[in-house]
């Protein structure tokens, strides 16, 4: 887009919209910022937004949502955080974001993600918001655990813990390269002590995933956590049936986490 041009095609209200937010250092702009700052009627801030979203100077986030390129932003415009966007989808908190996601924001791989994953007791969908893929996934409510807010340009993000961070990873482990390597970051983080092991370990108990459980179980026994730190642990798996880490019924039993373990755990 050459920003010169556009500003040749401006009408005088878009060019005071432009002003002003750029006064107000706007990123993120919604319908009620507009009616707020502007004594536009309905209609015209309708026709004002569409034009300027043609001229990307809004780019749509969600229905009556924007964001905000000023002209000083160059041809490729204001890019955004893609961590503010859940928060815009959610307002009553019903999300976090996690997956591989976080597992680059942790330190688990310096592999960069392509895909924001966005768990939600709401609902499942894949969109692409501002250039940056979004995956909404929909998860039951005992998933929405172990979770904390971080601060992003002044506004609170809900995301997973590391702690909890490192019990999806032993879930959703294709990101990494497969449960091998998911084991592998596991126990690093684990034996350097870089972690809450009480908090790793409620999580775990927590965790509705079974042969999960099972599977953390039996790492941290041989990174040589006690049981009296396990106990709880322990009791999640007592009572269930046996189960394979490897989706086998040949190997070892373990009759502590009752579990089938072979020498691979593919």
Do not use: H
Not at 18 to 44: G, Q
Not at 100 to 114: A, I, V
């Amino acid at each position: 887009m050459n920003r010169n041009n556009t500003l040749k095609r401006l009408g005088p209200k878009e060019t005071e919209v432009i002003a002003r937010l750029s006064y107000e250092k706007k990123i993120i702009v919604t319908a009620d910022n507009l009616d707020s700052l502007f004594d536009f009627s309905p209609e015209d801030r309708r026709q004002i937004v569409f034009r300027l979203k043609k001229k990307s100077i809004l780019t749509p986030i969600k229905r009556g949502v924007y964001l905000f390129s000023p002209l000083e932003a160059g041809p490729g415009g204001t890019g955004i955080d893609e961590l503010l966007v859940p928060p815009l989808y959610f307002p009553q908190n019903n999300y976090y974001v996690g997956y591989s996601t976080m597992f680059n924001y942790y330190g688990f791989t310096e592999q960069l993600f392509q895909t924001v994953y966005v768990l939600n007791t709401s609902f499942r969908k894949e969109k692409n918001i501002c250039g940056i893929a979004f995956k909404f996934l929909k998860v039951s409510e005992n998933r929405m655990y172990g979770l904390e807010k971080i601060n992003v340009k002044d506004k609170e993000v809900i995301v997973s813990s590391k702690e909890r961070t490192l019990i999806d990873l032993l879930y959703f482990n294709k990101p990494v390269g497969g449960i091998s390597s998911a084991v592998q970051i596991f126990k690093k983080f684990i034996e350097e002590k870089r972690c809450n092991i009480k908090k790793v370990v409620e999580y775990a108990a927590r965790f509705p995933n079974v042969t999960t459980r099972k599977r953390i179980g039996v790492i941290l026994e041989e990174s040589g956590i006690s049981d009296s730190k396990l106990k709880p642990l322990i009791k999640s798996v007592e009572k269930t049936a046996i189960s394979s880490l490897n989706r086998t019924r040949r190997g070892k039993l373990n009759k502590k986490w009752r579990v089938i373990i072979n020498d691979s755990q593919e």
